[in-house]
């Protein structure tokens, strides 16, 4: 993002001290005054212009019989951050698989897993947020390495660099499944999931991360936090397989089980009286147990389907299935779903057989009804935890949040029709796909006014939301040699959705953010007129059509803004020729974004802006994109930049193309491997985020956020080696 350099920085501080017929000072100037006026930093470098590493290795052992085969491989990895410090996420696992079957075929396992201990020391402030500080601001660090506060009239943002932050992270992960054919066409399987992930982590404040000046009220501080998450699932099912009439019926029964237990506490400790004893608890003065956690999810499912194949033609899906939910009500746990699907191969129908260009062709349709659980454990009920010191050693306890005893399953409702066709001995294949979905029933946080003593209440939404859309999918082999091919895969989703139903909406906390008719994601906003060429200040009109520099903010939110994509989709490529390949994939939005540089008003101190900022009104009967600068809080200025923000100026073509992935892999000649005893072997160079092409202004139109870290460009090499 291309910012304003000193002197245009500093041309834009006196105008807009001028305009507010204000004279410099070391109260609202000490840029102009104290700080040094000819030093420039460009932020954005400095904040995150470091070149992030990743490096992986793996490694792995295989081997077995003929009924028995066994995998176990290894990884190591370690990614840095752009950001300045020794910041690094380390991990070191271990995968294994082992799977087989008896003599006679009737019995087979298959017994897989994972361990991974993950050492993260990620920063605790994504400094994005900061790249608009003044390009005259005093330097980072003191000469000794600490940090500058220049007099204390420089909030340095780098400090929260030293607060030290480690999570540390255990993640076992395994899954048995086993098999024995009963009779012919007839199968039992299991399969017995168990995970266990134990989570650590510690945020310390050292003094380092103090300024000097609030050293006697902040004091050093540790956060630690511990969790526990022990899950199982089971899934017996029974599948049975014949032939009925002209067709092939399947059936399946099964059923699931299902248990989530986790725990935690977070405990704060201050007033250590070195850093060096931040990670031990018992060094602080002070500590207290800021929450403790204790949770268990079950949830259970009975479910069949039923499929029947017709001649290689036809095709009927039947699904049914009972799930039941802890977190949920006694009267209310359980729900029954189902879902249809049918489909027909027309190109097996003899009508067809003359068009040889046709190779494959079917039509399927289908309409089901789904559930949703995720609305946190125990809503149902009041939830407490203690409050105070204890009193006569019992402790009193608060009421934590608003409990609903008719919490309900959110039920959707999908339906979709497809075609699929393919062309020239399938080297051309087509899918499109129009679906339809209807959430009801959904499960939300409800807003409440505060004066009943919470903000919300879990609620299940009366309203119905239609989600609804085409997918297009084409896959083409475009050349195919015995030394070279090239294959295209292009996909495109246009999709929309519409608020269907909403009883008793004008009467609901949703009034003024949804339209029966309208996208939920609708925005309104108010309706920008342009810079009054007299005042200078932004315009803006009113319900009736005049304009106005200060809107109602309510009954003036007449512009209705929909940022859902129009469309989005991707195309990728892959080209090999002898040991070589090349792939490449290109991922493509047309939408509108939001583009409001920063959350701070042009003309304030220590700010910087962005150079479009320049054209900006200076004096009556300028025509101007942007108002005057301002350079205090509450003036009419001020007040115009603020509503800006929340009308429809602030909306711009967000649409992108951006190369998303390019990968270039040359295989080890056959001949070479031999004499070195290998089996295969790969050298690599991939690359990520490589081109972006937008007229978004802002630092990605993907997330259009100015105080996020937009996507990074990677670029990764290696080898991959088989003996």
Known sequence: MDLMNTQQYLKMRREALANDGLDPSTDNAVDLLVWDTTRYTNWQDKIFGKTATYSTAQFGISGGSDLTLYNVSGIYSRQTTVFPGDFADTKVGVNFNMSGTSPNRKFSFLFSGSYTNDNNKPPTYDLTSNIDLAPNSPKIYNNDGSINYEDNTFPNPFAVLNVRFNTKADNLISNFTAGYKLAKGLEFKTSFGFNLLQVSEINSVPSGAINPAYADFILRNSTFTDNRIKSWIIEPQLTYSTKLWKGNLDALLGATLQSNNSNGKIVYGEGYTSDALLEDLLSAPTVKVQSTNIAEYRYEALFGRLTYNLLNKYLINLTGRRDGSSRFGPENRFHNFGAIGLGWIFSQEDFFSGINALSFGKIRASMGWTGNDQIGDYRFLNLYQSYGAPYQNVSGLILTSLYNPNLQWEVNRKQELGLELGFLNNRINFT???????????????????????????????????????????????IKKRKFSWTTSANLTIERNK??????????????????????SIIKALSYAGVDPTTGVYQFYDSKGNTTINPDVVTDRFALIDLTPRFYGGISNRFSYKDFSLDFSLQVVKQKGNYYPFVEIPGLQNHNQPIDMLSVWHKEGDHAPYQKYTSQYGTDAYTSATNVKDSDFRISDASFVRLKNVSISWNIPAGFCERMRLQHGRVYVQGQNLLTFTKFKGLDPENQSSLNLPPLMMLVGGFQLTF
């Open 432 to 478: 499109t796909s129009f679906y339809r979905n209807i959430a009801s029933n959904q499960l939300i946080t409800y807003p409440l006014s505060s004066v009943t003593g919470f903000t919300s209440i879990p609620f299940n939404f009366d309203a119905k939301v239609q989600n609804k859309g085409w997918e297009f999918v084409v896959t083409t082999t475009n």
């Open 499 to 520: 608020l269907v139903d909403f009883p008793n909406l004008a009467n609901s906390p949703y009034s003024n953010t949804l339209i029966v008719g309208k996208p939920i």
